[in-house]
């Protein structure tokens, strides 16, 4: 997988005869699918020309830090906003020495000292230079600031010369952002649950009072998740439905086990309770089969509310829950009600008197409550479709 596809770099360049390779860089970083902006230092412009940067990387080059045009849209602040990582390469002994002495003189230095992003730093310079305790000290410096640094390599020097101030080689270069986007990536993974199907309160071996929920959109919402990178685990009732492999499934029958499967998995980011648990179990489970008698008095208990135990759990409670209300009428009353009561961030809703949607259908029709008032309605559609929809909906607002 190509951790690098869809980023976005900003790419200062220095002045050095490796300013060259820079070219290289920006075509290979292209190849990835990586969106570039370029800065050019007043000295980087007398190796490399602005022309056949913008060519290559089919953007605007930056160069100046007092600029009618740009400084409208504040260039040394928005490019680093714009930016997932600042990359500067080559990086010379001067511009090194700013950084590390908040100097900001041109546009370069400017966006860097005023960059909320990760900055990696490929230096380029003649080996004395390189060696130079002020040089030393600097980087030293840079790396107490947070900034990464690649290379020098060893090598022969354009100026003749041999030893360590070479610019690393883009492709390098590129394999060390690769390994970083990976790393930000598992370190970021976010954990979601969803509660999903019916639950089976047992009477006694053979007997069990369930609901008709299918557990269909459940499943495509853990899909959902799942495809964007969510570390998903799904605790489902029992169904006849099939999970891929990426998804930690874990089968439960009764209330009781889905709670504690629940929280066996929490901590989570988002908590999704789509489950028709059964509001009731039987208050004695008989261990031996019943048998026929002219009546049956049969005593029902409350069975834990899940949503709401996890919901007004002080430490539990995960940063987004969203809950799930089927309704026969009255859609909009219930929903705010369940919002309220149940303490939840969303109530995803839908009307069950319409057979041709809800339960075994593979289409739906719901209604995102929003505790501000606001309510999303996705039109009827396939399950899939709406869980793509709704987990777009919980990465906006997560991010
Ligand atoms: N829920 C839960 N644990 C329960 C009952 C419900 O986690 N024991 C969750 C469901 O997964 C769903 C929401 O709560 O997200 C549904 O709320 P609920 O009030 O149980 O809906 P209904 O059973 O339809 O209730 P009512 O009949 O009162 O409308």
Redesign the pocket.
């Known amino acids: 997988m190509n951790n690098l596809d869809n980023k976005k770099i900003l790419l200062i360049i220095c002045g050095g005869i490796a300013a060259y390779k820079s070219l290289e860089l920006i075509r290979l970083l292209k190849k990835d699918g990586v969106s570039i902006k370029t800065i050019l230092t007043k000295s980087g412009a007398e190796f490399v020309t602005p022309l056949s940067i913008a060519s290559l990387s089919q953007s605007k080059v930056y160069q100046d830090l007092f600029s009618i045009e740009n400084e409208a849209e504040m260039d040394h602040i928005s490019l680093s906003r714009w930016a997932d990582l600042i990359l500067i390469a080559p990086a010379t002994a001067n511009t090194i020495s700013k950084l590390a002495n908040g100097i900001s003189d041109d546009l370069a230095s400017t966006v860097a000292l005023a960059s909320n992003k990760k900055i990696f730093i490929a230096p380029a310079m003649n080996i004395r230079m390189w060696e130079h305790k002020s040089t030393k000290q600097n980087i030293a410096k840079l790396k107490d600031y947070n900034y990464e640094l690649i290379g020098p390599e060893i090598g022969d020097m354009a100026c003749g010369e041999y030893g360590e101030g070479k610019m690393s080689e883009p492709k390098e270069i590129i394999n060390k952002l690769k390994i970083y986007f990976k790393n930000l990536k598992i370190k970021n993974k976010l954990k979601a649950i969803v ?1 999903a199907g019916p ?1 089976k309160e047992y009477i006694d071996p053979v007997r069990y009072i369930s609901n008709k929920s299918s557990g269909k959109q459940g499943y495509e919402i853990a899909k959902s998740l799942s495809k964007k990178g969510f570390e998903t685990t799904l605790i489902s009732g029992p169904t006849n439905l099939e999970i891929n492999n990426g998804i930690n499934l874990i089968r439960v029958e009764t ?1 009781e086990e ?2 504690q499967s629940t929280l066996k998995s929490l901590p989570a980011d988002v908590a999704i ?7 009731y179990k039987a208050k004695e489970t008989s261990k031996i089969k019943i048998k026929k008698q002219d009546e049956i008095n049969l005593e029902l208990e ?9 919901s007004n759990h002080n430490s539990l409670r995960p940063k987004l829950v ?6 026969t009428n009255d859609l909009e009353n ?1 929903a705010n009600k ?1 919002l309220s ?2 303490n ?1 961030d969303w ?1 995803v809703a839908n009307d069950v008197s319409n057979e041709s949607i809800g339960f075994d259908s593979d289409f739906n029709e719901v209604s995102i409550f929003y505790k501000d008032k606001k309510v999303d309605r996705l039109k009827y559609k396939s399950k899939s479709q709406i869980s793509d929809e709704l987990v777009e909906k919980i990465i906006d607002h997560l991010n």
């Open positions: 509660t639950t209330a889905m709670f309770f789509s489950a028709a648990v059964c509001d409350k069975n834990v509310d899940i949503l709401d135990y996890v969203v809950g799930f209300a089927a309704e219930y369940k009561e149940k939840c109530i």
